[in-house]
């Protein structure tokens, strides 16, 4: 896979159980960059977001939950100025690193 391939998403979570909210806190974890207590920005190919949803699926409760995923763009192309932190802001995962 070459970064080109990559897409840059936010995802934005509304867990109503607390034991849920921290499964998914920690499964996103292993996918991306927490920014807020409840948004991810997460890098992935479409196998690692397909992967990345199957984990999200398998925890949340649809009936209850709420879980938005925004594509933003390629990875290439969105640079770190483009997402604006007022007050304590996080850093991002430098844009020439990439797990898979």
């Not at 849920?20 to 806190?25: D, K, N």
């Not at 009936?63 to 969105?78: E, K, M, N, R, T």
């Amino acid at each position: 896979m070459t970064r080109s391939d990559a897409h840059r998403y936010l995802v934005a979570y509304d867990i109503a159980d607390d034991r849920r909210r921290l499964r998914l806190a920690k499964a996103l974890q292993s996918f991306g960059d927490r920014v807020q207590y409840s948004v991810f920005v997460v890098d992935a190919s479409e196998v690692r977001l397909r992967r990345m949803r199957r984990e999200v699926e398998r925890i949340v409760r649809l009936d209850q939950d709420a879980v938005l995923i925004c594509d933003v763009g390629p990875v290439s192309g969105v640079s770190e100025s483009r997402f604006v932190s007022i007050g304590v802001g996080r850093s991002l995962t430098d844009g020439d690193s990439f797990i898979i």
